[in-house]
DNA sequence: GAAGATTACGAGTGATTGCTCGTGTTTTTC
DNA sequence: GAAAAACACGAGCAATCACTCGTAATCTTC
C-alpha cells in the first residue's frame, strides 16, 4: 500500500539539524513518559522541544518515527548495558549470587535513567515496526540468558533451557515495573528481592528434576 | 468540574435491556482484545454488537464508563478465582509446592479465558478510576499473600513480608503475560515455570537471611 | 388500547489530531 | 555574493473520534 522504500533523496543534515533532532527526541522521551504514546500528540512533542509542528516534521516522517528513533536510542544504550552485564559474567568462575548481581543491576539502572522505554514497550498494540526493532535484542538477550543456564545446569536440553530463559525474561520484566513506580526509597530492597527470586529459580532449576 | 454524581434517573431496565448490555460488554471485551483501549472506537463497539452508536448510548455514558463497567465482571470473578484459590489453601496443612499449585492454576485460566482483562490493565495511562476499581482487588490479594508468607516465614517483619508479597505479585504478572502470549502447547510447561520460580522464591524466602 | 417509558436508529456535530504548505530566515556551496 | 539547500514558522486542512439528537419502533403499565 504505503512507500515502505527509504528516504529517496537523503538530505545532508546540518550541525544545528543534528542537535534539533536529539532535542526532539528527548522531548519526545520526556511526553511519551508523561501521557503515553497514543495520548502524546506531535503538537505537544514539538511544544516540549520549542520548535513548531512545521520544523519537527522536517527531521521525522511522522509520529511513529520518532517512536522508531527513540526506539533506536534505546536499544543501543540497553544493548551495550546487557552486554556489559552479561559478558563479563563467567558463570563457571563467578558464584550464582555474583552473577545474578552484576547482571540484574544495570538493567535496573537503565530502566529507572529512561522512563520514556516503558511507555513504548508497555503499549498493548506495538507496531510491527517497533516490535521488530526489539526483536534483535531481545533475541539476543535470551540466547545469552540460555547460554549462561546451559553452564549452570548442563543436564537440561534446549526446550527446557529456552523456556527458562524466557522465564528469567519475564520475572525481570514483572519486578522491574514494581521498581520503576515504587517510592525511590523501596527501590534497592526491591532490587534485592528480583535477585533473590532469580537465584532461587535458578537454584531450583540446577537441582531439581 | 463535572458531575461525578450519581445518574439522577435510574432507569428502570427492559429484559432486552440487560441483554444488550451483556452483548455490548462482551463485544468491548472482544474490541479491546483486538486493538486495545485507545484504538478500540466506540463505533467498532457498536459494530461489533450489532448495534448503532446511538443505541450504545443508551446504556452507556460514555467509553470509559463501558471500560469500568467490563472492569466490574472482570473484578467479581477474579475475586472469585482468587479466593477459591488462597482460600483453601492452608500453608500449614499443604506442602509449599501444592500451595503455590492452587493459586497459580486459577489466575493462569483466568487470564486466559479473559484477553480483555490484559488489555485494560496493561495501558500505561490508566485512569484514575479505572485503577480505584483495581486497587480493593490488589489490596486483598496482597494481603493474602502477604499472611501466607508470615505463615511460611514468621521470622521476617511487617515490612520484609509486605515486600515479598508485592515481589511475588509481580513474578506472577510478568510470567503471565508470558504464558498468554504464547503457544498452546508452550502453556502447560511455562505455567510449571512459573510455579517453581515461586517456590524457589519462598524457599529462599524462608531459607536464608 | 392508550399513555408513557424504554429501546433503536444513524446522519451529523464539535473537538482534536497528525500532518501540510506557503513563506521567510539561516547556512552552505560555488 | 548569489544560488541552493537546510531550517523554521504557524495557521489551517482532512480525517477521525466520542458523542448527540430528532425520530420512530417496541414494550410496560393501567
Given at each position: 500500500m504505503a512507500e515502505t522504500t527509504e528516504d529517496p533523496r537523503p538530505r545532508r543534515r546540518q550541525a544545528r539539524g543534528e542537535r534539533r533532532m536529539a532535542e526532539i527526541l528527548a522531548a519526545a522521551a520526556t511526553v511519551f513518559a508523561r501521557l503515553g504514546y497514543e495520548a502524546a500528540t506531535t503538537n505537544k512533542i514539538a511544544a516540549e522541544a520549542g520548535i513548531s509542528p512545521g520544523s519537527l516534521y522536517q527531521f521525522f516522517t511522522n509520529k511513529e518515527a520518532i517512536a522508531r528513533a527513540l526506539v533506536q536510542d534505546y536499544l543501543l544504550e540497553l544493548g551495550r548495558a546487557h552486554r556489559g552485564a552479561l559478558d563479563l559474567a563467567d558463570p563457571a568462575g563467578l558464584g550464582l549470587v555474583e552473577l545474578v548481581d552484576r547482571a540484574v543491576d544495570p538493567i535496573v539502572a537503565f530502566n529507572l535513567a529512561h522512563p520514556g522505554f516503558k511507555a513504548l514497550f508497555a503499549?498493548?498494540?506495538?507496531?510491527p515496526e517497533l516490535a521488530a526493532a526489539l526483536a534483535p535484542l531481545q533475541t539476543a538477550l535470551r540466547a545469552r540468558v540460555e547460554q549462561i543456564i546451559g553452564e549452570l545446569a548442563?543436564?537440561?536440553d534446549g526446550t527446557e533451557r529456552a523456556r527458562a530463559a524466557l522465564t528469567c525474561v519475564h520475572i525481570v520484566q514483572g519486578v522491574i515495573s514494581l521498581i520503576t513506580s515504587a517510592d525511590p526509597a523501596e527501590r534497592p530492597p526491591l532490587t534485592g528481592e528480583l535477585k533473590r527470586a532469580l537465584c532461587g529459580y535458578l537454584e531450583s532449576l540446577v537441582a531439581r528434576p
Amino acid at each position: 500500500m504505503a512507500e515502505t522504500t527509504e528516504d529517496p533523496r537523503p538530505r545532508r543534515r546540518q550541525a544545528r539539524g543534528e542537535r534539533r533532532m536529539a532535542e526532539i527526541l528527548a522531548a519526545a522521551a520526556t511526553v511519551f513518559a508523561r501521557l503515553g504514546y497514543e495520548a502524546a500528540t506531535t503538537n505537544k512533542i514539538a511544544a516540549e522541544a520549542g520548535i513548531s509542528p512545521g520544523s519537527l516534521y522536517q527531521f521525522f516522517t511522522n509520529k511513529e518515527a520518532i517512536a522508531r528513533a527513540l526506539v533506536q536510542d534505546y536499544l543501543l544504550e540497553l544493548g551495550r548495558a546487557h552486554r556489559g552485564a552479561l559478558d563479563l559474567a563467567d558463570p563457571a568462575g563467578l558464584g550464582l549470587v555474583e552473577l545474578v548481581d552484576r547482571a540484574v543491576d544495570p538493567i535496573v539502572a537503565f530502566n529507572l535513567a529512561h522512563p520514556g522505554f516503558k511507555a513504548l514497550f508497555a503499549r498493548p498494540d506495538m507496531p510491527p515496526e517497533l516490535a521488530a526493532a526489539l526483536a534483535p535484542l531481545q533475541t539476543a538477550l535470551r540466547a545469552r540468558v540460555e547460554q549462561i543456564i546451559g553452564e549452570l545446569a548442563p543436564h537440561r536440553d534446549g526446550t527446557e533451557r529456552a523456556r527458562a530463559a524466557l522465564t528469567c525474561v519475564h520475572i525481570v520484566q514483572g519486578v522491574i515495573s514494581l521498581i520503576t513506580s515504587a517510592d525511590p526509597a523501596e527501590r534497592p530492597p526491591l532490587t534485592g528481592e528480583l535477585k533473590r527470586a532469580l537465584c532461587g529459580y535458578l537454584e531450583s532449576l540446577v537441582a531439581r528434576p
